[in-house]
C-alpha cells in the first residue's frame, strides 16, 4: 500500500530563515509529486509538480526536488515570510494504485508558522 | 479559462440525512476526482469520474455515491450521514484520467454533520 510521509508535522520558525520540508513516499513508481499549500479552512493551492523524470522544480522562493530511488521530497523555501504561514502538503500520482490510476496520495501535511 | 468551482461554500446536515455537492470541472477537463479531507488529515480519495461512468474508488462506503453529466461537471451524494462524514470536500478535474496528468483543485464544500 503506497503511503506518503511528511515530517515535522508542525514548524515555527522565525522571519528571514531557510527552510526545508520533507516527504517521504513507499512506492518509487510514481507519475509524479506535487506539492500543494493549504491555508486555514480553505481549499489546496498547487505550488510546484515534479514529473517522475525530473529532479527538481522551482518557482521564486521555492524549489522542489525528487528523489524516486530514496522516495524522498524536499521543498526548500527560501527567506520565509509570515505569509508563508500554512500547512504544506505533498501527494504524489502512484502508478500502482489499486483504487485508480489517477488518484492522489497525499501526506498529512506540515504546519509551518513564520514569526515576524 | 474558469477554474474548478465547488457549490456550495458551506452545508450543515443532520445526521441521517442526505447531501449531494456540485462541482464543475475546468475547461476541456474530462475526469473529475473526488477528496475527503477531515480536520488535521491530508486528502483521502473517495471517486473519479471519467467520461459519465465511474473510473476507480477508494475505500468508501456505497452511501458516498456520485454522478457525472455530458457537460463533465460531477455530483458527490452521501446518503445516511455520519458524525464521521463531517470534513471538507475537495472536487479535482484533469485532462485525462491517467495519473500523469495534473489536478487540478476547486476552493472545497465545508460539511459539518451535527
Not at chain 2, 37 to 45: C, H, K, S
Amino acid at each position: 500500500k503506497q503511503e506518503v510521509t511528511q515530517i515535522p508535522a508542525a514548524l515555527s520558525v522565525p522571519e528571514g530563515e531557510n527552510l526545508v520540508l520533507n516527504c517521504s513516499f513507499t512506492d518509487s513508481a510514481i507519475y509524479n509529486l506535487q506539492w500543494f499549500r493549504q491555508d486555514p479552512g480553505k481549499g489546496l493551492t498547487s505550488l510546484l509538480l515534479i514529473q517522475s523524470s525530473q529532479r527538481e522544480q522551482t518557482s521564486g522562493r521555492l524549489n522542489a526536488s525528487l528523489d524516486k530511488s530514496s522516495g524522498r521530497s524536499t521543498l526548500y523555501i527560501a527567506a520565509s515570510q509570515p505569509g508563508d504561514s500554512a500547512t504544506y502538503l505533498c501527494a504524489d500520482s502512484s502508478m500502482n494504485y489499486g483504487g485508480s490510476q489517477g488518484n492522489l496520495i497525499f501526506g498529512k501535511g506540515t504546519k509551518l508558522s513564520v514569526k515576524p | 479559462e474558469t477554474g474548478v468551482t465547488q457549490s456550495p461554500t458551506h452545508l450543515i446536515k443532520t445526521r441521517g440525512q442526505q447531501v449531494t455537492l456540485r462541482c464543475s470541472s475546468q475547461s476541456g477537463h474530462n475526469t473529475v476526482s473526488w477528496y475527503q479531507q477531515a480536520l488535521g488529515q491530508g486528502p483521502q480519495f473517495i471517486f473519479q469520474y471519467y467520461r459519465e461512468e465511474e473510473n476507480g474508488r477508494g475505500n468508501f462506503p456505497p452511501r458516498f455515491s456520485g454522478l457525472q453529466f455530458p457537460n463533465y461537471s460531477s455530483e458527490l451524494n452521501v446518503n445516511a450521514l455520519e458524525l464521521d462524514d463531517s470534513a471538507l470536500y475537495l472536487c479535482a478535474s484533469s485532462l485525462m484520467p491517467s495519473g500523469a496528468y495534473e489536478q487540478y483543485f476547486g476552493p472545497g464544500t465545508r460539511l459539518t454533520v451535527t
